[in-house]
């Protein structure tokens, strides 16, 4: 079997979930035989590992490599470009299947899966409503979303949550989509399981998109709040979006900025030692799909707090789940493990545990197994 992947991201080259979602599944459909051809706007120099049975097809384009963002209008003169260039670029040849990524991806691979009339899935890892996260959405983006439901083979979504949504907001038919999770590879993160949960050397840590759907906003409060009763406790907030500049001010504004440090976007070694030198990590998103860094986390052996609209705690228990936009409860699951060792050490070890059961080699299983049944006998 051979598929064509579209997508907007495979690392060096991502920001985020995304890309880690393609570069795991990628590797994990490959090692039970799926050939994959994936295609990806060029907008990095660096080169790309792929393991073998892929072929990386990087879409040339004309505009400079800062429209690498998911902000403002150049997105879209990208995505446009993006999907121009693919349909030129295509190559049709042994591709039994087209799996698209997101609303970028699946914009630029629809019109080549009608051309060449070969089935198209879709996996929806975050909708405009997600991002938005109470914001007035992009009715440009919501209408891509829109239409894509209704002219796929096939929805993949990555917790029931979003599937919810997608009926709820889209009128999407339930019938047509599977709700496959993200998974994690625990032997990347089993040393950093060694932890001394006795001691208080380190910070809390926040590890995402520095956007509003992410409620960086909510951990910065928090940590205020926190800061008024314990003074001596750090925070860190590792990543990049367009909240950052105004955290940084607003740190500033409270008096936090010295034990509050922002560390911008980080990734492989960097990206361990964020979790190395952790107490708690901390996702208070206002709306998360699925929140792969949970997973993360947790096999890093870090006790987790995240929000109940956290798709991840569909299949993750051994956390702590706080209500969105509420800083003040934030605050106080923070200040509890601090205080508490023991709690800290057990939802540690016995996390670490469950998320070892949520495999990249399941994932790929299941999303073969899709495949299958949408090509029907052959």
């Known amino acids: 079997m051979k598929a064509a992947m579209v997508s907007w991201e495979y690392p060096p080259q991502f920001s985020g979930g995304l890309g880690i979602h393609c570069q795991e599944i990628v590797q994990a459909l490959t090692s039970i035989g799926v ?21 990386m097809h990087h879409v040339e384009s004309k505009l400079p490599q800062s429209v690498y963002s998911y902000h403002g209008s150049e997105i879209w003169e990208a995505v446009k470009e993006f999907k121009t260039r693919l349909e030129d670029t295509f190559n049709p040849k042994g591709i039994d299947i087209i799996h698209a990524h997101d609303w970028m991806g699946v914009f630029a691979a629809t019109t080549i899966a009608k051309h060449y009339n070969i089935p198209l899935v879709w996996t929806v890892h975050s909708t405009e409503y997600d991002r938005a996260a109470g914001m007035p959405v992009h009715p440009g983006i919501l209408a ?65 998109r520095v956007t509003g759907q992410k409620g960086p906003d909510d951990f ?43 560390v911008g976007s980080v990734f492989d070694d960097k990206l361990l030692d964020c979790y190395k030198n952790a107490l708690i990590f901390v996702l208070p998103s206002i709306s998360e799909p699925f929140g792969i860094t949970v997973l993360e986390a947790m096999a890093s052996g870090l006790p987790a707090i995240i929000s109940t609209t956290t798709g991840a705690e569909e299949v993750v228990f051994n956390v702590i789940k706080v209500e969105p936009n509420q800083p003040k409860e934030l605050a106080q699951a923070i200040t509890t493990l601090l205080n508490n060792p023991q709690l800290r050490k057990n939802l540690g070890e016995e996390g670490a545990k469950e998320v070892l059961q949520l495999s990249w080699k399941h994932i790929a299983d299941q999303t073969r197994s899709l495949y299958l049944q949408l090509l029907g006998p052959r």
Request: glycine share 4%; charged share 30%; net charge negative.
């Open 35 to 55: 050939k994959i051809d994936f295609y990806l706007p060029a907008f990095k120099t660096e080169n790309f590992e792929v393991p073998e049975g892929v072929t």
């Open 220 to 262: 910065l409060e928090a940590a205020k709040i926190v800061l008024a009763e314990q003074e001596d406790v750090h925070f860190k907030i590792a990543g990049d979006g367009d909240l950052l500049n105004s955290l940084r001010l607003r740190a500033k504004r409270w008096k936090i900025s010295n034990n509050v440090e922002f």
């Open 144 to 208: 891509i979303e829109q239409e894509a439901l209704e002219n796929v083979n096939h929805t993949i979504t990555v917790s029931k949550r979003m599937k919810q949504n997608l009926v709820l907001h889209y009128n999407a038919d339930p019938e047509n989509i599977s709700v496959i999770y993200n998974g994690i590879d625990p032997a990347r993160f089993e040393e950093l399981r060694i932890r001394d949960y006795q001691s208080m050397d380190g910070y809390i840590l926040f590890l995402g």
